[in-house]
């Protein structure tokens, strides 16, 4: 099992939508991560982080199952701009774990 | 205060030839840690330096790969005698002293590497 699985999509979903996605971890030992943002051809840049009592940000809502050991990442009122790659990763190894990335398309 | 910063952009080689990629991380970064993104495709980790020490290189190939970070300036990623596989944007990330758990990474614009 790979240490951090995503759902690679596309999450194709009208403006106004909401959306969430999911990240699956295999270390039951970990307790923070974080996701991040990647535009076609750049950088991802970090969105938020995720710990066990969750995180908000606006549109954004981060929270983490550690039950179930995955964390999901909601994004309410999508817009044509939230269109991107979402990546996860799992701080709780040195080799610092990212998952493949979901792709999300916002439609007009 | 300037962040991560790579250079160059964009880099063509030619079967054989050796690339040189460059990182020098945030000021007061001490962490140093290289990605691959192959297209259309995920980030690979590949080795985690901090000044003058390699960390974990557990995800560099084993020949034709080599990083450092030494006292005095960036970070070299160094690929000797390049292969049409080796084409990928090449992303740098430094963190501070007590690395991601608490901060994340702040990634550099990255290296494109062609090779022709």
């Known amino acids: 099992r790979k240490e951090v699985e995503q759902d690679p999509g596309p999450f194709n979903v009208p403006e106004g939508a909401t959306v969430a996605f999911n990240c699956t971890y295999s270390?039951?030992?970990?307790?923070?991560f974080f996701w991040y943002r990647q535009d076609c051809r750049k950088e991802p840049k970090l969105l938020m982080s995720?710990?066990?009592s969750g995180n908000e940000d606006g549109r954004f809502t981060a929270q983490l199952n550690r039950a179930s050991q995955y964390i999901s990442l909601l994004i309410r009122d999508s817009k044509l701009s939230d269109s991107a790659t979402y990546l996860c990763?799992?701080?709780?190894?040195?080799?610092?774990?990212f998952g493949s990335g979901t792709r999300l398309q916002v439609q007009p | 205060n300037a962040g991560v910063m790579q250079n160059p952009r964009h880099l063509v080689r030619r079967r054989g030839q050796e690339a040189r990629l460059r990182c020098s991380p945030m000021?007061?970064?001490?962490?140093v840690y290289w990605y691959r993104q192959l297209p259309e495709e995920g980030l690979k980790f590949m080795v985690y330096?901090?000044?003058?020490?390699?960390?974990?290189e557990s995800g560099m190939p084993k020949e034709r790969f080599s990083a450092e970070f030494p006292k005095e300036g960036p970070s070299i990623l160094r690929i000797q005698q390049v292969v049409r596989g080796d084409s990928a944007a090449y992303f740098c990330?430094?963190?501070?002293?007590?690395?991601?758990?608490?901060?994340?990474?702040?990634f550099g614009s990255g290296t494109r590497l062609t090779v022709v």
């Open positions: 990330a430094s963190s501070p002293e007590l690395g991601t758990a608490f901060y994340g990474y702040t």
């Open positions: 990763e799992d701080t709780g190894r040195r080799a610092l774990t």
């Open positions: 270390n039951s030992a970990s307790q923070s």
């Open positions: 995720v710990y066990s």
């Open positions: 330096l901090q000044k003058e020490n390699i960390i974990d």
């Open positions: 000021k007061g970064h001490s962490h």
